[in-house]
């Protein structure tokens, strides 16, 4: 490249390269934006998740450049050589495979030693499924927690849900297509079957699809869809609505429901029972009064 480039409307000296967090489309390619395109066509070096996937997207904007894998099973090691490049004062930009880098996607590494080595970094805003489908799913925005992929076992998967069983905030998840249902089938158990949940499919793309309702008649459209377990997931989940009744002072009245109920009901019944009227988890409930049952 030159001495000096101008990118993005920046002009600089060549004393140091730029590392590019490129985000790349979801599924329609018209959402690359025109900086991510001239960021790409500029940059000396791209380092990719998956280079055969990545060089067909390099292909179709006319684009040759010297790719450099880098994923989850090499990033460490690989790292290092790209900081290499960006001292000697060549410019490199990250992509993954589909949408934003880092966002449950590799790359953490690199930025972080790149920031340590006083690299310069810059973000070139794009595509990202969470926000994507946050957007369009009708759910409180004005706070949300993304936690990445769940667990892929049950128990971790539903110990991590009852973490997560009283906060507040929308809660955002990717999961994959042979674990939807699965997932669903946890939440319904962990967070209630009542609870709001909205799935967006394969976002921007041909079959573009969205199941809105309660976690139970989601899981009910999901099995019924032929097409329910294919493609990528974005899974949205209201946050947990205070009823009044959970605060520390009602534990004791929580104990005293169970007690009565536990001799009347099996004790998945009472569970069920329980936590529709203290606002609580099933699964909270169905310990506690095991516990007490044991007592």
């Keep these: 490249m030159n001495s000096s480039v101008e990118v993005a409307g920046q002009q600089r000296s060549k004393a140091g390269g730029t590392l590019y967090i490129v985000a790349t489309p979801i599924g329609n390619l018209d959402d690359l934006s025109p900086r991510a395109a001239r960021v790409l066509a500029s940059v000396d070096v791209v380092a990719a998740e998956d280079t055969r996937h990545s060089g067909r997207l390099l ?4 684009i ?15 790292a290092e050589s790209l900081i290499a490049l960006l001292e000697g004062g060549q410019d490199v930009a990250l992509i993954s495979d589909a949408g934003t880098p880092l966002i449950s996607d590799p790359g953490f590494v690199l930025v972080r030693i790149a920031r340590e080595r006083g690299c310069r970094v810059t973000p070139v805003p794009g595509p990202c499924a969470l926000v994507a489908a946050l957007s369009a799913a009708g759910l409180p925005t004005d706070r949300f927690l993304f936690s990445g992929f769940l667990p892929a076992k049950r ?43 909205v799935l967006g499919r394969e976002l921007t793309k041909t079959f573009e699809t969205f199941y809105a309702g309660t976690i139970a008649e989601v899981r009910e459209a999901l099995e019924a869809d032929p097409h329910g377990s294919r493609g990528e997931f974005v899974v949205m989940v209201r946050g947990f609505e205070s009823t009044g009744r959970e605060d520390d002072s009602s534990q004791l009245d929580v104990d005293r429901l169970l007690q009565l109920l536990l001799p009347e009901l099996p004790v998945k019944k009472v569970a069920k029972v329980a936590a529709e009227l203290a606002g609580r988890p099933k699964n909270e409930m169905y310990q506690r009064a095991l516990e007490l049952k044991d007592r």
């Design 59 to 62: 292909q179709h904007l006319g």
């Design 64 to 78: 040759q450049k010297r790719l450099i894998a880098l994923h989850d099973h090499n990033e460490k090691d690989r």
């Design 155 to 197: 128990a971790g998967r539903r110990a991590a849900l009852e973490g997560l069983g009283r906060e507040s905030a929308t809660l955002v998840f990717y999961e994959s297509p042979h674990r939807i249902l699965d997932a669903v089938a946890d939440m319904e158990a962990v967070l209630g079957e009542t609870r709001e949940l």
